[in-house]
């Protein structure tokens, strides 16, 4: 009777993770690359520095909270998409209540949590389609992705699928385009706000333990009625590697305004 129900914990910890893993990882991943790329610019630049993009990132970002909210039934406080003359450092804030004892609403906290990576991506996808249409159509191939692959096989297709798009972005011909650098700057500033807050997180955990019992209680149940649900964590999990797919996007830019940033920071302090 214990080996199966840790087999149970086990299964649940595991299809929780194909619910949610993407989003986890991809959030730790941006939310290392922003820290430190915060450093560097106002090592450089101070405040200003993170001002500059926070016009057009602060707002995507709240906006992520705020449509999950309204998805998942949430009541909406209050909130400001961005306030530049706010006293505690906090540039916009999305408050929000929910009932308890609704499942729904309580799952939903992790995906309100999550919001900006939605919200970041989706404008940064959007940016694409309105200035770079020819990269666009390029970003059209991470539709041929299956989840019948293996997986060491799918993490290599979505690479290399990153790597042919941004070869497309940042073409010779596309370099001689204004419109290059104007989605150049607004993806830059948009990828500097998609990481995740302290609070983020916390609301988030808050539903990830939901999730996970929820599934632990399905998984229990299924074992009473000998029911299979493996086919929708199945589908689940194909879902989370277009996530992954689309989400690279975000990383890459991340990526890149980190670089830009650590070699100001080198020029001035090392260098100079």
């Known amino acids: 009777m214990e080996d199966i129900l840790l087999n149970i914990?086990?299964?649940?910890?595991?299809?929780t993770?194909?619910?949610t893993g993407s989003l986890i990882l991809i959030g730790m991943i941006l939310g290392?690359?922003?820290?430190?790329?915060?450093?560097?610019?106002?090592s450089v630049f101070g405040k200003k520095g993170i001002m500059l993009t926070a016009w057009i990132g602060t707002p995507i970002h709240e906006l992520g909270h705020l449509l999950m909210c309204y998805l998942f039934r949430h009541r909406i406080n209050e909130f400001k998409l961005f306030d530049l003359r706010a006293r505690d450092g906090v540039l916009g804030y999305v408050n929000h209540s929910w009932n308890p004892k609704s499942l729904y609403q309580s799952i939903g906290n992790f995906f309100i949590g999550m919001g900006p990576?939605?919200?970041g991506t989706a404008a940064l996808v959007l940016g694409m389609y309105l200035f770079l249409p020819d990269s666009f159509a390029t970003f059209g191939?991470?539709?041929?992705?299956g989840s019948g692959q293996p997986e060491p096989y799918m993490l290599m297709k979505i690479f290399s699928l990153t790597a042919q798009l941004f070869e497309s972005i940042f073409s010779a011909e596309s370099l001689a385009s204004p419109n290059f650098?104007?989605?150049?700057?607004?993806?830059?500033?948009?990828?500097s706000h998609i990481a995740l807050s302290?609070?983020?997180?916390?609301?988030?955990?808050r539903g990830l333990v939901t999730i996970f019992t929820f599934i632990l209680l399905v998984n229990v149940i299924a074992l009473i009625l000998n029911v299979d649900f493996s086919g929708f964590f199945t589908g689940i999990l194909a879902l989370n590697v277009y996530l992954l797919a689309f989400s690279m996007i975000s990383v890459v830019f991340s990526s890149i305004r980190l670089i830009l940033s650590a070699f100001a920071y080198t020029l001035v302090f090392r260098i100079i």
Do not use: H, M, P
């Open 9 to 15: 914990f086990r299964l649940s910890l595991f299809e």
């Open 117 to 119: 990576i939605f919200s």
């Open 32 to 42: 290392i690359i922003e820290k430190r790329s915060n450093f560097y610019i106002q």
């Open 17 to 19: 993770l194909c619910v």
């Open 198 to 205: 302290r609070e983020d997180l916390k609301g988030a955990g």
């Open 141 to 145: 191939n991470y539709l041929t992705l």
């Open 181 to 191: 650098w104007i989605y150049f700057a607004l993806a830059i500033g948009i990828s």
